[in-house]
């Protein structure tokens, strides 16, 4: 799954279109309730996760339970965020089948979490 599968699913699922408030290519997904955002895809430096390829990859950040975190942490694709004192939220690699059938799973979990304001 690449960034543009995700766009595809958001838009069907929630009607939302991806928004470039700093670059033309990391992109903030956004509830058009409340302006909460539930995910961004940004893009990485392999390295810079600890894969040893040079190369730049499409990270998708969601929000998850704490605990959530922890155990997806474990897996093969996932990472902590550039909030990296908030385990609240929690990288997917895209692009690997690894990741693929948990995706859209986290980002209605996400969309949900954001639903009020906290």
């Not at 960034?3 to 058009?32: C, S």
């Not at 998850?64 to 690699?93: C, P």
Request: charged share 35%; glycine share 8%; with cysteine.
């Amino acid at each position: 799954m690449d960034r543009q599968d995700v766009f595809r699913i958001v838009y069907e699922e929630y009607g939302t279109k991806p928004e470039y408030p700093n670059d033309e290519w990391n992109a903030v997904l956004r509830r058009k309730d409340n302006g909460k955002c539930y995910g961004i895809i940004r893009e990485m430096e392999c390295r810079k996760l600890g894969i040893q390829a040079d190369g730049i990859i499409d990270i998708l950040e969601v929000r998850v339970n704490e605990a959530n975190s922890r155990l997806m942490l474990q897996n093969y694709g996932y990472y902590k965020t550039r909030f990296e004192n908030d385990k609240k939220w929690i990288g997917i690699m895209l692009g690997i089948p690894e990741t693929d059938g948990s995706i859209k799973k986290l980002l209605k979990k996400s969309y949900n979490l954001t639903k009020y304001n906290e």
